[in-house]
């Protein structure tokens, strides 16, 4: 994409976000949900995500996918909404927007020292889930995929900087030096692990082929660090539950590939029997898989 359309596409980004702060929280992520809901069918996209559903989850009726497909684009514009007012959210006090299970899960990795890769997907509102680590008192760090748009990825990261965590860690090669200095001075990690990888391994996801994030194990196995899955939903408005799962139990093997495979395959079914639990709440609209 050339620079003129970098510029056009980062100054729409900035209008929208300014129009979404002015309308407040609960206004502009119920705006958010609305025009999505009504664009996103007609998005070519849309058609990938409903591919990808049907694939998935074959179970599903035509009218059920349909369903889930309207609830994934309302939960996407909501998130949209919701990102100038990302400090807004909190997960205390008998009134918190977010509600915590497996709070004692969390508070086992507040102490100086004690690390965790907290892995999740792209669920309800997953810009969330490590301000829920951070509020939790752990102190940790964030991996993020940069957007294309430098502008946008700028505006983000701040957001994110000011509002969730201050160390933001981009993937790639100068991010993957980052996170060791992370892990080895006792920096807990923040991963969203559901999308395609090219550069990680393959494995299986809903009985298929996928490439998928090999960062989580390998840092694991390799550290001695535990995974601890996390699940997100959106129950409502701008209200979501969060709940911090015991960390995967694996014992190594001495095979480092075959441990990272199984270790792996175990993280992408703990992702699937949550997207098979709320699919409406899942981003569907990438391509995940091998055609």
Not at 4 to 15: G, I, L, P, S
Not at 180 to 195: H, Y
Request: glycine share 10%; net charge positive; charged share 20%.
């Amino acid at each position: 994409m050339g620079t003129w359309q970098h510029k056009v596409e980062a100054a729409a980004f900035r209008y929208v976000m300014a129009l979404f702060r002015g309308l407040g929280r609960e206004r502009a992520s119920a705006f958010g949900g609305w025009l999505f809901q009504r664009v996103g069918p007609y998005i070519s996209r849309h058609k990938k995500a409903d591919a990808n559903m049907a694939r998935a989850l074959p179970d599903m009726t035509a009218a059920q996918r349909s369903a889930a497909l309207a609830e994934m684009w309302n939960n996407l514009g909501r998130t949209a909404g919701e990102y100038p007012h990302l400090g807004s959210f909190t997960s205390r006090g008998n009134d918190a927007d977010i509600k915590v299970e497996g709070r004692d899960v969390l508070a086992s990795f507040a102490p100086e020292g004690k690390v965790a890769i907290f892995v999740s997907g792209h669920f309800a509102n997953w810009e969330l889930m490590p301000l829920a680590v951070a509020q939790g008192g752990v102190e940790g760090a964030e991996v993020y995929r940069a957007p294309n748009n430098a502008a946008v990825d700028a505006w983000i990261t701040h957001a994110r900087q000011t509002h969730i965590m201050a160390r933001q860690v981009p993937k790639g090669t100068s991010g993957a030096r980052e996170i060791v200095r992370c892990l080895r001075s006792g920096v807990s990690l923040c991963m969203l692990s559901d999308q395609k990888m090219n550069d990680g391994i393959e494995s299986t996801f809903f009985g298929r082929p996928a490439m998928s994030p090999a960062a989580p194990a390998t840092m694991s196995l390799r550290y001695g660090i535990p995974i601890v899955p996390v699940s997100f939903a959106r129950v409502g408005g701008t209200r979501f539950t969060i709940r911090f799962w015991p960390p995967l139990a694996y014992e190594k093997t001495g095979d480092m590939p075959g441990d990272v495979a199984a270790l792996t395959l175990m993280l992408n079914r703990f992702l699937e029997a949550r997207i098979r639990e709320r699919p409406g709440q899942w981003l569907w609209l990438h391509n995940r898989w091998k055609d």
